[in-house]
């Protein structure tokens, strides 16, 4: 194999699959890249833990076809290091020579053999849209993703693709997040669960443009087509929350807010809150605004946040990480609480315009003497 391209290129291409490399494996070679050359131009780098797998091509001037596997790290610490310039790749029974104006280097390298083949997607259905949707959509939704292995298909969100377009949908037992986009480019209705820790990385090769993503489910693995990458992931299989049922929205009691300025309110609330010293913030909904306290072992804390609307005196007691990653995933301006006791769950959906996006929070039990 013998190929030369812009280091830039190649670097692109390394930092990308490498997020699907095993930091640690019992088979060696998926701690590395599998580096394909091929005749028409393209030079393939692949990554992946047997859970995720990353393919990203390149343009390259190739003078001799071939494969092999080198170690990820490495590899891509030695082009990082590399003068800016042409970088030509030489190798020959799995020792490699990269050079780099003055700069060389011989590695071995390890059988491509050993690298297991990606699994194969075969097409049941697809959906296609703007890269910088998806980016949002998984970014408003990630957060709420479940880390309890008990239940593994809480681990993953929700594509659900229907006559509305797609909506994603992530639980973790103590709140929801919603996210639904209308989409043009789909067959059929359907739905499956992609792994969040896959959806992480969805989101870090999305860019902020137009620029379309292909999504094809199979039987057993998503594929993520982006440009000249593609991500597999296996779905996740078992009976995922029946989410329509679970959100409330018969409220009785409905109040507008600034996001800004009540996500603030709770985090100066919270800053005498830590893993060591947990206390629920205590919300006393009023007429126009709203109280927020919490008491620790280390003192005390209280803010007022205007609102619109009335609560008529409600109490109701919230996680206070779980009600400020609600609000920092809210894409608007204002957001509408929508409550009806101290142990119902909170629902925040935007206050104007289409409702494209819904959090809910379920309420933590006040202590009298809180």
């Avoid at 280097?105 to 697809?126: A, K, R």
């Avoid at 499956?192 to 902020?208: D, N």
């Avoid at 919230?318 to 894409?331: C, E, P, T, V």
Wanted: proline share 5%.
């Amino acid at each position: 194999m013998k190929f030369s391209c812009e280091k830039a290129l190649l670097q692109n291409a390394i930092l990308t699959a490498s997020r699907a490399v095993s930091l640690k494996s019992t088979i060696p070679a998926l701690e590395g890249l599998l580096l394909e050359a091929q005749e028409n131009g393209d030079v393939y780098l692949t990554g992946y833990n047997q859970e995720t797998g990353i393919r990203s091509c390149f343009q390259a001037e190739v003078t001799e076809t071939g494969s092999m596997v080198l170690p990820a790290r490495l590899f891509g610490e030695i082009v990082r290091k590399m003068p800016d310039d042409v970088l030509l790749f030489q190798e020959e029974s799995l020792k490699v020579h990269i050079a780099c104006g003055m700069s060389e280097f011989d590695l071995m390298g390890i059988d491509p053999e050993d690298f297991p083949e990606l699994p194969t997607v075969e097409y049941q259905n697809s959906l296609t849209l703007p890269q910088q949707t998806l980016r949002s959509m998984i970014s408003q939704t990630l957060f709420a993703v479940s880390d309890d292995e008990s239940r593994p298909v809480h681990t993953g969100s929700l594509f659900v693709v229907d006559d509305e377009g797609l909506t994603m949908v992530a639980v973790d037992g103590f709140r929801l997040a919603l996210r639904r986009e209308p989409v043009t480019e789909k067959n059929g209705t359907f739905e499956f669960v992609v792994p969040g820790a896959s959806l992480g990385e969805v989101e870090k090769i999305c860019q902020e443009t137009d620029a379309p993503v292909e999504v094809h489910q199979g039987s057993r693995h998503i594929l993520f087509k982006m440009e000249s990458t593609i991500l597999i992931a296996r779905r996740l299989e078992g009976e995922f929350l029946a989410w329509r049922q679970a959100i409330p929205r018969n409220n009785p009691i409905k109040v507008t807010a600034d996001t800004k300025q009540l996500l603030s309110c709770m985090e100066r609330v919270s800053l005498i809150v830590s893993e060591k010293l947990k206390s629920p913030l205590r919300c006393t909904i009023g007429d126009g605004q709203i109280d927020i306290t919490t008491r620790t072992a280390i003192g005390n804390a209280h803010d007022c946040c205007p609102v619109e609307g009335s609560g008529n005196g409600l109490e109701i007691g919230f996680n206070n990480r779980y009600m400020m990653d609600a609000l920092k995933a809210a894409s608007r301006e204002k957001v509408t609480l929508e409550m009806s006791s101290p142990i119902t769950p909170c629902i925040i959906v935007p206050a104007e315009g289409e409702e494209n996006f819904l959090f809910m929070v379920l309420p933590v039990r006040l202590k009298a003497d809180m």
